[in-house]
């Protein structure tokens, strides 16, 4: 093989996600995905409380994207959300030697 074992055990969970606020897959077939998504829950009507989950120019989120992310074993976010008033904390961590079992998800808001 071109790569170790440990390289590719490294790249096995990760935020490969594209076009999510906040996403986690596996590079298994098939595929493990994870994900959350928010809205305003004091709207009254469902066609007034857009979900937030794919990445849309019109949530018009005040900032969103990783702060720090070394592309492998962690990663922290922030995302501000005037219209609903939130600011979410998302961070992603794997423990080294055990990244195809062993990491965790925090959301904070």
């Known amino acids: 093989p071109v790569f170790s074992r440990s390289h590719n055990d490294s ?4 935020t ?5 606020y906040f ?3 596996t590079r ?5 995905f994870t994900g959350f998504m928010w809205f305003d829950a004091t709207r009254s009507l469902v066609r007034e409380t857009p979900i937030r989950h794919d990445c849309e120019e019109s949530d018009h ?3 969103y ?3 720090r992310h070394d592309g492998r074993s962690y990663g922290s976010q922030e995302i501000v959300d005037r219209d609903v008033g939130v600011i979410l904390t998302t961070e992603f961590v ?3 030697g055990k990244e195809r079992t062993d990491w965790a ?4 808001g």
């Open 16 to 20: 490969y996600r594209p076009n999510v």
């Open 23 to 25: 996403g986690t897959r």
């Open 28 to 32: 298994d077939t098939p595929t493990v």
């Open 11 to 14: 790249l096995y969970t990760g």
């Open 65 to 67: 994207g990783w702060n």
């Open 61 to 63: 989120l005040s900032r």
């Open 94 to 96: 794997k423990r080294p």
């Open 105 to 108: 998800v925090r959301i904070r």
